[in-house]
């Protein structure tokens, strides 16, 4: 049973992976394309983790993908505020 | 469950390609910083996938420092000056 769930949440992991490149590549606008990419791409590790963690079973792996995850979603936060910042102080070409 | 781990790896690395279409036509340096930003982020993903396909616990800890990478770059990027549009 577990190895189904795993399955299932990498798969929903990857499904959000595939909706923040496909919303790279498809919104007009710098501001919405950052939001679409850092939402899809960290909901996205994080279901991967997840399912890993379901996949894993011990508590040390579990914990180091948790690690992995909470890392992702602060440096992802950070970037994307800086490269906002810096995308509206953009002279407009 | 190896192989399904390993084509969910592969699935990531072809969204990562397609990723390299934003990084060509991005208008703007900050759609190429982007690009990276989801290179940064799938390449996490896809070294996780691998540590658990192939039982090797060490690319978790590999992983963790690659999320870093993506945070840094794009720190450093913001430092640059803003290009005056002569170009």
Known sequence: ?93 | MNSFLMSAGLFLLINLAVGLLRLYRGPGPADRIQALLLFGTTTVAVLLLLAYAEALPALVHVALVFVMLAAIASIAFVQLPHRTGKD
Request: proline content about 2%; charged content about 10%; some cysteine.
């Open chain 1, 1 to 93: 049973m577990s190895t189904w769930l795993a399955i299932a949440l990498i798969l929903i992991g990857c499904s959000f992976f595939l909706a923040g490149t496909v919303g790279l590549l498809r919104f007009p606008d710098t501001h919405s394309r950052l939001h679409a990419l850092t939402k899809a791409d960290n909901l996205g590790l994080g279901f991967i983790c997840a399912g890993l963690a379901v996949h894993d079973g011990s508590l040390t792996g579990t914990i180091h993908l948790l690690f992995v995850w909470a890392l992702a979603m602060m440096a992802a936060t950070v970037s994307a505020f800086l490269i906002a910042r810096w995308a509206d102080e953009e002279p407009e070409h």
